[in-house]
């Protein structure tokens, strides 16, 4: 059964703390993306990735940093600089780029103690 | 100014109505655009997909875009219940990215 899975789909952290949220696609998928959520603000882009071992930083990169050692994962650590860091966070992945669909994951959402 | 705008609504309407969500972009090079709907605490899902200018129907569904206004349609004809969910428009070129709108709530009511 192929897509996208994150885990977990709730987070909760203390202020301080990092914490990565997981993103795996057995899509074959080149791309992957990550977008954080927040009430009326639609999907702002934290980072994405075309290929293996290159990512770009999205609208919204700081406090955030992402890793792509496989082609199927894709996590995103959120660091303690990340001074609001509530919200639900979506991954998504398409076969090449910005011309083919994006897939999305359930989400997770993180919630700041 | 965003590249893409879009009113967030909400939009509430009767079952059976006729629903226009629309967007507009302020990109020239964008030739690629979605529209995902998105129901509450879930992941978007892809909706609609069309190339350039030009409509698209897909069942209850059509999609328009006129590049000459950069203006993105979506019509719900004989809308349901379950189409209640938020509706998000994007669009994209071919540098690696889209960009979304902040989508529009819509509530369709029996």
């Known amino acids: 059964d192929g897509g996208i899975t994150q885990s977990p789909k709730y987070l909760f952290r203390k202020e301080g703390q990092n914490v990565t949220l997981s993103c795996e696609q057995n899509l074959n998928h080149d791309a992957m993306y990550w977008y954080r959520q927040d009430p009326g603000q639609g999907l702002r882009l934290i980072y994405y990735?075309?290929?293996?071992?290159?990512?770009q930083k999205g609208d919204i990169a700081e406090g955030y940093s992402v890793s792509r050692e496989k082609k199927e994962s894709f996590p995103l650590t959120v660091t303690s600089a990340q001074k609001n860091p509530t919200a639900f966070y979506l991954c998504?992945?398409?076969?090449?780029?910005?011309?083919?669909?994006?897939?999305f994951g359930p989400g997770t959402r993180l919630t700041v103690l | 100014q965003k590249e893409v705008e879009q009113d967030p609504g909400p939009l509430s309407v009767p079952e059976g109505a006729i629903v226009s969500l629309n967007c507009t972009y302020s990109?020239?090079?964008?030739?690629?655009f979605m529209w995902y709907r998105q129901y509450s605490r879930k992941g978007p899902e892809l909706l609609m997909y069309t190339y350039s200018s030009g409509n698209k129907e897909d069942g209850r569904f059509t999609a328009q875009v006129d590049k000459s206004s950069k203006y993105i349609s979506l019509f719900i004809r004989d809308s349901q219940p379950s189409d209640s969910a938020t509706y998000l428009c994007a669009g994209g070129s071919t540098l690696g990215r889209l960009y979304f709108g902040r989508g529009t709530q819509l509530t369709v009511w029996p």
């Open positions: 990735s075309q290929i293996v071992n290159d990512f």
């Open positions: 990109n020239s090079a964008f030739q690629y």
């Open positions: 998504a992945s398409s076969l090449q780029g910005s011309t083919d669909t994006q897939y």
